[in-house]
DNA sequence: GTCGGACCTCAAGCACACTTTAGGTCAAGA
DNA sequence: TCTTGACCTAAAGTGTGCTTGAGGTCCGAC
């Protein structure tokens, strides 16, 4: 007997993400359930990890967009196996690892500048980023952590 | 003769900000210009350091309202010294400390999954973040990096 | 047959950190 | 005198990642 498919209830259940959220990851193209006679939609078992996956890649900081980048790097006529994940995670562990890198350098320079308690605006480093957010344009400024454990 | 205190352009040419960023943050109770005769806005020197703190402050992933927050532990008074700012500055490490070694727990965590390839729903500790973003309910996500580098 | 629950769509709302737009004031320079 | 530029206010728009609401379908249980 064939597998019927998941209802998105069951996703979020057993996800633990709300049924909205699921609906919203389908409208911005990260997963793509069918549809059963009804019209409802119907999941696939890979589709819980897809789901898990774009939980955990929110923990890491990424868009929707960059995670739907990396999702598409799945192969889509078979079912993912264990190394395509994992190729995936250690994909992450470089942007996770730049980016500890990159907070590492602001808090050093921060040491740098304690002491002189300057903030001024021509000589401190801190103003010259050199990898420039000014780039960035209109929108929202993502931010480094989910709430500041201290300050 | 009396200092006139800056124009909010010249406070934007100074800083890099944008004018409407500037009154934005007046808005938000970061900064308090008075006002001239014509009622245009007038800057002391020292908010020169405020805006400087602000920007400084966002590149380190905190919000607005955390910001402001340590801004009103500035003396009211007196114009904010060397020391005032270092002591700020110092809080403000000790938060980038817990952010990065937070990350590093969470690649710590990854690393352990890389290998099982795992990303499963009841094992793995990637979903058991403990310091819950559960409890946040709706809004936004503060995210972890400014532009990941790689991913 | 009608009730509840799970599902459906589409549109609007929310938070944050701004920018953009529309409409107006004011002072200096041609 | 007219224009230009810098400034003013208030309101609406932007982008991300959702949630909420309104209004409707579908199916099993009572």
Redesign the pocket.
């Known amino acids: 007997m064939a597998f019927e498919g998941l ?4 996703m ?1 259940e057993r996800t633990g993400l ?4 699921i ?3 389908e409208d ?1 193209g990260l997963v793509a359930p069918w549809r059963n ?5 119907r999941y696939q078992r890979a589709d819980l990890r897809r789901l898990s996956f ?1 939980m955990v890649a ?1 923990r890491f900081g990424f ?3 960059q995670i739907r980048t990396e999702l598409d790097r799945l192969p889509r006529h078979r079912a993912p196996t264990k190394r395509d994940w994992a190729r995936i995670s250690a994909g992450f562990r470089d942007g996770l690892d730049a980016r500890i890198a990159q907070l590492e350098t602001l808090r050093d320079t921060l040491d740098g500048c304690i002491g002189c308690g300057c903030l001024s605006l021509q000589a401190c480093k801190l103003y010259n980023p050199g990898d420039a957010a000014a780039e960035k344009g ?4 993502y ?1 480094l952590g989910d709430r500041p454990a201290t300050m």
């Open positions: 209802s998105i209830g069951e979020a709300a049924v909205s959220a609906r919203y990851y911005e006679a009804a019209g409802r939609r774009i929110q868009t929707l967009a209109a929108g929202p400024r931010l």
